[in-house]
């Protein structure tokens, strides 16, 4: 190769992993839009929607709340009062960290809006799919405003009202 040729390669392979990484970025940040589907027993739960995500400048719809929860797993309970006091959580590493609602099902918040909880999931493999997820909630230990439960790892979700 001529002098010079190894240095513009090196740039154009740069360039492409910076626009690649951009790109992903960009795509994570982008929700999706929330779509009610009926479950076995005919309630409607906040699911994924197969509307593809346009990045024209409209108005985005109104990501209205998902339904109340009906039944929930004893193990909530456990999940809500580690909120509350601050621990001992589950998973300490991970619990109270920030969740991004990239699945675009709950209310749009700010970034950060949202902390997530692992809930134990008796006979699952750890930590298994339950999660809590609060909004609202300047800092751990503080009480939360929103209250939301998914039981199949943010394939849907319930509003929790404790």
């Given at each position: 190769m001529r002098p010079g040729s190894w240095q513009r390669l090196l740039l154009v392979v740069g360039l492409v992993v910076v626009l690649v990484f951009a790109g992903i970025q960009w795509r994570q940040a982008d929700g999706g839009e929330p779509a009610a589907a009926p479950t076995a027993s005919g309630s409607p739960v906040a699911t994924r929607s197969a509307t593809p995500v346009t990045s024209s400048p409209v108005t985005p719809p109104d990501r209205s709340?998902?339904?109340?929860?009906?039944?929930?797993?004893?193990?909530?309970?456990?999940?809500?009062?580690?909120?509350?006091?601050?621990?001992?959580?589950l998973r300490p590493r991970d619990d109270g960290g920030t969740f991004g609602n990239r699945e675009?099902?709950?209310?749009?918040?700010?970034?950060?809006?949202?902390?997530?909880?692992?809930?134990?999931?008796?006979?699952?493999?750890?930590?298994?799919?339950?999660?809590?997820?609060?909004?609202?909630q300047p800092r751990l230990g503080t009480?939360?405003?929103?209250?939301?439960y998914t039981s199949d790892h943010y394939e849907s979700f319930c509003q929790l009202r404790p």
């Amino acid at each position: 190769m001529r002098p010079g040729s190894w240095q513009r390669l090196l740039l154009v392979v740069g360039l492409v992993v910076v626009l690649v990484f951009a790109g992903i970025q960009w795509r994570q940040a982008d929700g999706g839009e929330p779509a009610a589907a009926p479950t076995a027993s005919g309630s409607p739960v906040a699911t994924r929607s197969a509307t593809p995500v346009t990045s024209s400048p409209v108005t985005p719809p109104d990501r209205s709340e998902p339904p109340a929860c009906s039944r929930l797993p004893a193990e909530v309970s456990d999940a809500v009062a580690a909120v509350r006091n601050d621990g001992p959580y589950l998973r300490p590493r991970d619990d109270g960290g920030t969740f991004g609602n990239r699945e675009g099902l709950l209310p749009a918040k700010p970034r950060g809006y949202y902390r997530e909880y692992t809930v134990l999931a008796p006979g699952q493999k750890f930590p298994g799919p339950r999660r809590l997820v609060t909004g609202g909630q300047p800092r751990l230990g503080t009480e939360p405003v929103d209250w939301f439960y998914t039981s199949d790892h943010y394939e849907s979700f319930c509003q929790l009202r404790p």
